[in-house]
């Protein structure tokens, strides 16, 4: 069994950063691999950004060069970096872990955590 627990989420103008944590229970972490997705209000939700055990990572296109994706298992934990944000990345934000490589398939994930949301203005 895995717990996920987001947090890092709050309210930046459009431009701004923020830095979202997972923070992970379970001694076998590091061989899963962990993704991010996120929900906005009346929309499906949709992968933002993946990371495998091995440290390879995977980003929805319009994430890619203002987000990363990295983990730290000794701390088993996972972060995603938002730079450049925009009104568009209002969401929430959920960590999700699975057994499947860099897959962007929210069914895929075995365990996730309850989101942190974030919220952009222009």
């Known amino acids: 069994q895995v717990q996920l627990v987001e947090s890092g989420g709050g309210s930046v103008q459009a431009g701004g950063s923020l830095r979202l944590s997972c923070a992970a229970s379970g001694r076998t972490f590091s061989s899963y691999s962990a993704a991010w997705f996120r929900q906005a209000p009346g929309k499906e939700r949709e992968f933002v950004a993946a990371i495998s055990r091995d440290n390879s990572t995977y980003y929805r296109d319009v994430v890619k060069g203002r987000f990363t994706v990295s983990r730290n298992n000794a701390k088993n934990t996972v972060y995603l970096q938002m730079n450049t944000l925009k009104p568009e990345d209002t969401a929430r934000y959920y960590c999700?872990?699975?057994?499947?490589?860099?897959?962007?398939?929210?069914?895929?994930?075995?365990?996730w955590g309850q989101g942190t949301q974030v919220t952009v203005s222009s």
């Open positions: 999700a872990a699975g057994r499947w490589w860099l897959d962007t398939n929210p069914d895929r994930y075995d365990y």
